[in-house]
C-alpha cells in the first residue's frame, strides 16, 4: 500500500491519496482519494494512511507493506519517534488500531519518486475540491458539490440513493446531567433501554434496512443490539461513528468545564479546529466520519441503512448533507434516540428527509 497526502498552503487546501497493489503483480487493487478542506501536510498524510490501511483490509491480505515519502509518518507508526501534537495523537492512534486488526504490517520509507501514484491521486483529489467536486475513480461525472454533497436536490436521477436511517442511541446516566460523553464506556439507563425498546417497534414497522451498523461505544451499541434483534439482523461496528473524545472534559458539565478551563473551553466554541486537553477536534472527527460515510455508501450502495451513533457524528452527516459550514454543528439539536434519514445520491447530491424525529419515545 502506498500512501501520500498535501496540502497548499500548509496548513491550507489539503487532500490524500493511496493505491493498494498486488505485492507479487504490480496490479493495482484499490485507489482512495479525497478532498479533506483546510489541514497541514502532516494530517492529510496521516489521513492518506488510514483510508490505505482500509482499503487494504477489505482484501484480506496476509500481510501489508505501508510505503510513504513521509518520514514523519513512517517513523511514529514504526514507534521510533514520539508523536507529540494532539491532532497527530488522534491520528496516529487510529492508525494504530486499523493496523493490529492486520495479520501484519511493516512501514518503509521511500523516496518521493517512488511514490508518484499516490502523489497523483491526492493531487487529482486537492484539484477536483478546488472545483467543489468529489474525486472519484475513471467512471461516470460527478455532480459537484462541497465536501461530496450538492446545494440542490432537485435531479432526475434514475438510480437509487443510498438511504441513511441515522439513530442516536438512548440515554445514559450522564445523559441526564448534561455531562460530556465522548469516548468513555457510559451504558444506558434504565429510561435509556426503554428508549431503544420504542425506537426498535418504530423501526421495525418502517422500510426494511440491509444493515445495521454502529459506534464500537457501549452505549450505541447496546441500543443497535436491541434493535438489530428486532430486525432479525446482525450488528456490524464502524469506528467511524464514535462520539468526539472530549479527553480531560468527559464526565464534566459545560458550566464545570468553563470554570476549570475557562481560556480552553472559549476556544473550543469559537472554534471547531480546537480540540478539548487530550481529546478530538471536530474537525477532526469531522474528517473520519465523511470517510465512514464514503466506504459505507461505497459497500451499501443503493439500499437502506441503519446506523446508531452518536451527537457529533450524526450532525456531521446532516451538516455535509446540507453542504453547512461547520458552525452549523451549534445549531442542530439531537434528543436520545432520534431518527434522521438522508438519501445519499449517486449522481452527487444528498436530500434530508428527516431530522430528529422523536415520535415513538419519551424523553428522559
Known amino acids: 500500500m502506498e ?8 496548513p491550507g487546501p489539503a487532500g490524500y491519496g493511496a493505491v493498494v497493489r498486488d505485492a507479487d503483480t504490480g496490479e493495482v487493487l484499490r485507489e482512495v482519494a479525497a478532498g479533506i478542506g483546510r489541514a497541514t501536510n502532516n494530517v492529510a498524510e496521516y489521513e492518506g494512511l488510514l483510508a490505505g490501511l482500509r482499503a487494504a483490509a ?47 504490517v511493516a512501514f518503509r520509507h521511500v523516496p518521493r519518486e517512488r511514490n508518484k501514484h499516490a502523489d497523483r491521486l491526492a493531487n487529482e483529489a486537492m484539484d477536483a475540491a478546488a472545483r467543489g467536486a468529489t474525486w472519484a475513480p475513471a467512471g461516470p461525472a460527478q455532480v459537484p458539490g ?3 454533497g450538492s446545494s440542490y436536490g432537485w435531479l432526475d436521477t434514475v438510480a437509487p440513493p443510498t438511504v441513511t436511517v441515522l439513530l442516536r442511541h438512548g440515554s445514559t446516566p450522564l445523559t441526564a446531567e448534561r455531562r460530556f460523553s465522548g469516548s468513555g464506556e457510559a451504558d444506558l439507563s434504565e429510561v435509556g433501554l426503554a428508549q431503544a425498546a420504542a425506537a426498535a417497534e418504530r423501526l ?26 428486532r430486525l432479525g439482523l446482525d450488528v456490524v461496528a464502524d469506528d467511524g461513528l464514535r462520539e468526539t473524545d472530549f479527553g480531560a472534559w468527559e464526565g464534566h458539565t459545560l458550566a464545570e468545564v468553563r470554570e476549570r478551563w475557562p481560556a480552553e473551553a472559549a476556544a473550543w466554541l469559537a472554534s471547531v479546529d480546537v480540540a ?3 481529546g478530538e477536534s471536530f474537525s477532526v472527527v469531522g474528517r473520519r466520519v465523511r470517510q465512514a460515510r464514503d466506504r459505507l455508501v461505497a459497500s451499501y450502495g443503493g439500499h437502506r441503512l441503519l446506523l446508531v451513533s452518536h451527537v457529533t457524528p450524526i450532525k456531521t452527516l446532516v451538516r455535509l448533507a446540507l453542504d453547512a459550514p461547520p458552525t452549523a ?36
Open 58 to 104: 477489505e482484501l484480506a491480505p496476509a500481510a501489508v507493506e505501508v510505503r510513504m515519502d513521509s518520514k514523519l509518518v513512517v517513523e511514529q507508526m514504526s514507534g521510533r519517534w514520539q508523536v507529540k501534537h494532539p491532532d497527530m495523537r488522534v491520528l496516529a492512534r487510529q492508525a494504530a488500531e486499523l493496523v493490529q486488526r492486520l495479520p501484519r
Open 146 to 148: 462541497p465536501e461530496g
Open 329 to 364: 454543528l451549534y445549531r442542530i439539536h439531537l434528543d436520545p434516540v432520534g431518527i434522521t434519514e438522508i438519501d445519499w445520491h449517486p449522481d452527487g447530491p444528498a436530500v434530508l428527509r428527516r431530522l430528529n424525529d422523536t415520535a415513538h419515545a419519551p424523553q428522559p
Open 276 to 278: 478539548p486537553p487530550g
Open 3 to 10: 500512501a501520500d497526502g498535501g496540502s497548499r498552503g500548509n
Open 204 to 229: 421495525g414497522a418502517e422500510p426494511a434496512v440491509k444493515a445495521v451498523v454502529t459506534s464500537p461505544l457501549r452505549r450505541a451499541r447496546r441500543t443497535a443490539e436491541i434493535v438489530a434483534d
